[in-house]
T-cell receptor, first 115, second 114 residues
């Protein structure tokens, strides 16, 4: 597709359940990023992929959060044993490569509500 | 990491130019200035970026001072659809991982008024 695609766009889950959020980056983009944004708050960096490797996981809030990327393309963010505090929009972004001057483009996000 | 300072909010009359300032006094020589905006409930939208020279595209102009310690984003003819939170970001590199991820601050909430 032309832009970063995320699914599902909306997800309501019960506390304690696991959820998977999917990101399809722009074709050919080697760098992929996940961010989280709670309602009324700023964007929090979660994790970054270069190819299929994740050299920067510094933003993952707990071990309940994990992410993987395959084929240097699709990425999945998994949240285990969801809690109400996990309710947020999860944003995926990609760029052609790392380094200054390479623009990062965002998807529209996956809205997660934990009830 | 260079930090940015932006006004919390601004108003602009529809059809007028919106000038959004940003201070980044600790920017280093190889760091770019990026601008994004986020319209309610949508993902951040890239606007423009620059290193030293002023830049212009179909959306906006970016004016960077000669000492690079501040910049201004200019929307030449603001419309109601430009109402959004505008983020000025200095692109940093995670020294341990080279991720060059964007660090978002609180931004400026621009309200375009009819």
């Amino acid at each position: 597709g032309a832009g970063v695609s995320q699914s599902p766009s909306n997800k309501v889950t019960e506390k304690g359940k696991d959820v998977e959020l999917r990101c399809d980056p722009i074709s050919g983009h080697t760098a992929l990023y996940w961010y989280r944004q709670r309602l009324g708050q700023g964007l929090e960096f979660l994790i970054y992929f270069q190819g299929n490797s994740a050299p920067d996981k510094s933003g993952l809030p707990s071990d309940r959060f994990s992410a993987e990327r395959t084929g240097e393309s699709v990425s999945t963010l998994t949240i285990q044993r969801t809690q109400q505090e996990d309710s947020a929009v999860y944003l995926c972004a990609s760029s052609l490569r790392t380094g200054d001057g390479n623009t990062i483009y965002f998807g529209e996000g996956s809205w997660l509500t934990v009830v | 990491d260079a930090k940015t300072t932006q006004p919390t909010s601004m108003d602009c009359a529809e059809g007028r130019a919106a000038n959004l300032p940003c201070n980044h006094s600790t920017i280093s020589g190889n760091e770019y200035v990026y601008w994004y905006r986020q319209i309610h409930s949508q993902g951040p939208q890239y606007i423009i970026h620059g290193l030293k020279n002023n830049e212009t595209n179909e959306m906006a102009s970016l004016i960077i001072t000669e000492d690079r310690k501040s910049s201004t984003l200019i929307l030449p003819h603001a419309t109601l659809r430009d109402t959004a939170v505008y983020y000025c970001i200095v692109r940093v590199a995670n020294s341990g991982a080279g991720s060059y991820q964007l660090t978002f601050g609180k931004g400026t909430k621009l309200s375009v008024i009819p």
